[in-house]
């Protein structure tokens, strides 16, 4: 079996019955397994038990009752519960937690017959940029070990780029499908906040936090998007959209915009870019010659993004975190002499260096005296921010950005300062702010590394964002080149 | 630099830090709330906080009863449990 084959063949080879899920899904456990100890990318694989959901989807297609991804590997991050296999969230908290009940968007996964090969590596509690904040240590970037796969769905992303599986879920709160879908080279989308259920996804910044997919291409991330998206009434905040091309989706083609889209570029996000917004250029005049228009818009408040994006993520993640007491569950400090010790050291003990700093500045913007001067400022920024977007989606279908500003950077390079790691998302927070829909596609290289461009869409304007991603990638190659030790 | 009471916040989070874990978050939460401070120079009078990025009020459901609490289950998750209940340090002598 090939890696790397595109998912409509691989659809098509096991209806033909060219050969079976359960051949496809022990390749990729080879697959993964040969490459587990450089990259990196899962924290668990069950061989038995993707194997049992092969073999039930092997029957699926002989009696003809088989989806577009019945008997399709996929992963999922380790943030998504599944039940009778451990979640994780790359957390020392929940190292042997094992969730009693499947996220909704593994079970709507699992219904359609797909097959998960295992749990992927992510920053701790979905907090980082870079997947080192994992407790089960860090993933390498396919293309280059030595640097980061991005984060916190450093795992899904290094996955989909090494051909170790051919979908992977992530979850974005403030770029983190997109920053490592760019880094490692392939398609992620974050799709409109409430598009796809939390319920089941371990909570970080509750408003923000959003669940999407890694794929080769737009076509095959549409796919995946279709079975896990849908109003979810165990989710509070899920959106009841219903969406008849998105469910019809099923495995046909994503076809080009019926009509070509009004493209906004934001100046704001063409500074300092490592390759001068060369492959941004390039990206510009392909769409160009495809049909679509271009407009310079202005997001005069993106330099507030980042700010307000760590206050209200924090504060969040400081009401969200407080749940991990060592008492219902998780980790448990040994022998503690009050109640007030049993919490202290099982959260001390529990937690990582950046999960403590976001709670930490988290309860510093939510305290006595400071509540109104951070946490009111940063949400009154998210709606100037929104607005912004709002205004610009006035006359314009679409923003086209940079997902990043440069490249994968080395391993340990920002560790020591989170900062200039927080200015790493500086071009993904925003639409996250926002609650949009944004997807990064690769665009091109600068030394022999990935770089990604960023679509971005209206509230539960996923169908123009993926077919134009869809159009952009009929026209380029990007999307196929795989990381040579992979290919 | 920002004024960081560290022992304050950390009773807040329930988070025990000491010596140089609690100089490194100290030093790191001063930076980070420096940072966080660029927010002071965009004007916000009169604009209403944006809490729900879809602006949408909490959906409510029909008062009626839609599962049922299987508490062997859950409580298969905790640390100690004894007869239906958690263990915890006593708390009152």
């Given at each position: 079996m090939q890696p790397f084959t595109p998912l409509a063949e691989l659809a098509r080879g096991l209806r033909d019955r060219e050969f079976s899920s359960r051949e496809l899904t022990r390749s990729f456990l080879d697959r993964i397994r040969d490459h587990s100890a450089t990259l990196?990318?899962?924290?668990?694989?069950?061989?038995?038990?993707?194997?049992?959901?092969?073999?039930?989807?092997?029957?699926?297609?002989?009696?003809?009752?088989?989806?577009?991804?019945?008997?399709?590997?996929?992963?999922?991050?380790?943030?998504?519960c599944t039940a009778g296999q451990r979640t994780t969230c790359g957390s020392?908290?929940?190292?042997?937690?094992?969730?009693?009940?499947?996220?909704?968007?593994?079970?709507?996964?699992?219904?359609?017959?797909?097959?998960?090969?295992?749990?992927?590596?992510?920053?701790?509690?979905?907090?980082?940029?870079s997947n080192e904040n994992s407790h089960f240590g860090p993933v390498a970037n396919p293309w280059d070990p030595a640097r980061v796969p991005g984060g916190s769905s450093?795992?899904?992303?290094?996955?989909?780029?090494?051909?170790?599986?051919?979908?992977?879920?992530?979850?974005?709160?403030?770029?983190?499908?997109?920053?490592?879908a760019a880094f490692c080279g392939?398609?992620?989308?974050?799709?409109?906040?409430?598009?796809?259920?939390?319920?089941?996804?371990?909570?970080?910044?509750?408003?923000?936090?959003?669940?999407?997919?890694?794929?080769?291409?737009?076509?095959?991330?549409?796919?995946?998007?279709?079975?896990?998206?849908?109003?979810?009434?165990?989710?509070?905040?899920?959106a009841d959209q219903v969406d008849p091309w998105l469910n019809g989706l099923g495995d046909s083609h994503l076809a080009a915009p019926a009509e070509a889209p009004v493209i906004g570029l934001p100046r704001q996000y063409f500074e300092g870019l490592q390759d001068g917004g060369a492959a941004l250029e390039d990206a510009r005049r392909t769409l160009e010659e495809a049909g679509c228009r271009f407009v310079d818009v202005d997001l005069p408040h993106t330099d507030a993004a980042i700010p307000a994006y760590y206050i209200i993520a924090g504060a969040e993640a400081s009401t969200?975190?407080?749940?991990?007491?060592?008492?219902?569950?998780?980790?448990?400090?040994?022998?503690?002499?009050?109640?007030?010790?049993?919490?202290?050291?099982?959260?001390?003990?529990?937690?990582?260096?950046?999960?403590?700093?976001?709670?930490?500045?988290?309860?510093?913007?939510?305290?006595?005296?400071?509540?109104?001067?951070?946490?009111?400022?940063?949400?009154k920024l998210r709606r100037l921010i929104q607005n912004d977007f709002l205004a610009a989606f006035g006359s314009v279908d679409l923003i086209l950005a940079p997902t990043t500003p440069g490249t994968a950077f080395p391993q340990g390079d920002l560790t020591d300062d989170p900062v200039a790691m927080y200015q790493q998302d500086i071009f993904t927070t925003p639409a996250s702010l926002a609650g949009l829909p944004a997807m990064s596609v690769p665009c091109g290289f600068a030394d022999g590394l990935p770089l990604g461009l960023q679509l971005i869409g209206p509230h539960f304007g996923e169908r123009a964002v993926l077919e134009?991603?869809?159009?952009?990638?009929?026209?380029?190659?990007?999307?196929?080149?795989?990381?040579?030790?992979?290919? | 630099m920002a004024d960081i009471d560290l022992p304050h916040l950390c009773r807040l989070a329930q988070l025990a830090l000491d010596g140089a874990e609690a100089d490194a978050a100290r030093a790191d939460?001063?930076?980070?709330?420096?940072?966080?401070?660029?927010m002071q120079a965009f004007d916000t009078d009169g604009v209403e906080p944006l809490a729900h990025?879809?602006?949408?009020?909490?959906?409510?459901?029909?008062?009626?009863?839609?599962?049922?609490?299987?508490?062997?289950?859950?409580?298969?998750?905790a640390p100690a449990v004894q007869d239906g209940m958690y263990l915890v340090p006593r708390v009152v002598e």
């Open positions: 990196n990318c899962f924290i668990t694989v069950d061989e038995d038990r993707a194997l049992a959901q092969a073999d039930a989807a092997d029957q699926r297609l002989a009696e003809g009752s088989a989806t577009a991804l019945t008997g399709i590997p996929i992963a999922h991050k380790d943030v998504f020392r908290m929940l190292a042997n937690f094992q969730a009693p009940y499947d996220a909704t968007a593994v079970a709507r996964l699992d219904a359609a017959g797909a097959v998960t090969l295992g749990k992927t590596n992510m920053d701790e509690f979905a907090m980082g940029s450093g795992g899904s992303a290094a996955a989909v780029a090494a051909g170790l599986t051919p979908l992977a879920t992530g979850t974005d709160t403030g770029g983190s499908i997109r920053q490592p392939v398609t992620g989308i974050k799709p409109t906040y409430g598009r796809v259920s939390r319920y089941g996804m371990v909570a970080f910044a509750s408003s923000l936090d959003q669940g999407g997919v890694f794929a080769a291409s737009a076509a095959e991330a549409a796919v995946a998007l279709a079975v896990m998206s849908g109003f979810d009434p165990l989710d509070s905040t899920s969200n975190l407080s749940r991990y007491d060592g008492v219902r569950f998780g980790h448990r400090c040994e022998n503690p002499r009050s109640l007030e010790d049993l919490y202290r050291r099982s959260r001390t003990e529990g937690f990582g260096a950046e999960v403590k700093r976001r709670i930490l500045t988290g309860t510093y913007a939510l305290s006595v005296g400071y509540f109104d001067a951070y946490y009111l400022k940063a949400q134009t991603a869809a159009l952009y990638q009929q026209h380029t190659d990007w999307h196929t080149r795989h990381p040579e030790a992979y290919a | 939460l001063e930076r980070i709330i420096d940072m966080v401070d660029r990025p879809l602006g949408t009020a909490a959906r409510l459901r029909p008062d009626e009863v839609t599962e049922q609490v299987d508490r062997d289950r859950f409580q298969a998750l």
